[in-house]
């Protein structure tokens, strides 16, 4: 069953926030699936450009956050710590929490494929909300939200259990100081709404993965854990 009007009353009773532009929030919970799916496509937008203002609101709280919280960390550990809580899976998981799944409006194709669950969707999700969070409330109430919700999470073992396979990856070259990681999408097929990805992950132009997905970062993470278990098996 396609929702297509999620209910942020529950939303809003939960994380204590009345949202003056619900469109803005309605729009963060729209999926391009179901954008394309409308007749009246050109007036009903997806969310991909909260997204994308999400990503550097979280990006700008966050570093914020470390930066006062762990005042030895040096810029390489702050800045490593970071990406391991706006990973795609401790976002994910963020927004599992807060049964963003359910509020999601999908395309047809993508709820019958289960991207209500996706861990690559969830996440982006997440960070939509965030950009609408941003515009309808500021910068203040989207800190008190992370206060509640993400920040207290930031423990050594969270940041352990939620590392993705591509900071895995690279802190693996790190260690070895053998060149830098590159990842190269290198095939996109389907239609604008129903895209998928094939991803490739190279150390000095030797090709180390690869992976497939529905969107870039699932396609690179899936690379980055070929990589990984091809390295495993190489290191034992």
């Not at 529950?10 to 409308?38: D, G, M, P």
């Not at 591509?166 to 190269?184: C, F």
Request: hydrophobic share 35%.
């Amino acid at each position: 069953m396609v929702r297509h009007k999620p209910n942020l009353h529950h939303l809003e009773q939960l994380i204590n926030v009345t949202f003056r532009n619900r469109k803005l929030f309605q729009q963060a919970f729209t999926h391009t699936s179901y954008a394309h799916e409308r007749k009246n496509y050109g007036t009903e937008q997806d969310n991909e450009r909260l997204e994308f203002l999400g990503d550097a609101i979280l990006e700008l709280a966050v570093s914020e956050y470390l930066f006062h919280r762990y005042p030895h960390m040096s810029e390489g550990e702050l800045t490593r710590t970071r990406a391991r809580v706006v990973c795609e899976p401790s976002l994910a998981a963020f927004a599992k929490e807060l049964n963003f799944g359910q509020y999601v409006r999908l395309g047809k194709g993508e709820e019958m494929t289960g991207g209500r669950t996706r861990p690559s969707l969830l996440a982006d999700v997440f960070e939509a909300f965030i950009g609408a969070l941003f515009l309808d409330q500021g910068l203040d109430v989207v800190r008190r939200f992370l206060n509640t919700v993400v920040f207290p999470k930031v423990s050594g073992d969270f940041l352990t259990r939620v590392m993705d396979a591509k900071s895995q990856l690279q802190e693996l070259v790190q260690q070895e100081r053998i060149g830098p990681l590159e990842y190269r999408i290198v095939d996109v097929q389907g239609p604008a709404h129903d895209r998928h990805f094939v991803a490739e992950v190279h150390l000095d132009n030797k090709r180390l993965g690869v992976g497939s997905g529905r969107s870039k970062k699932e396609a690179e993470q899936q690379a980055a854990s070929q990589a990984l278990k091809k390295w495993k098996e190489k290191k034992v």
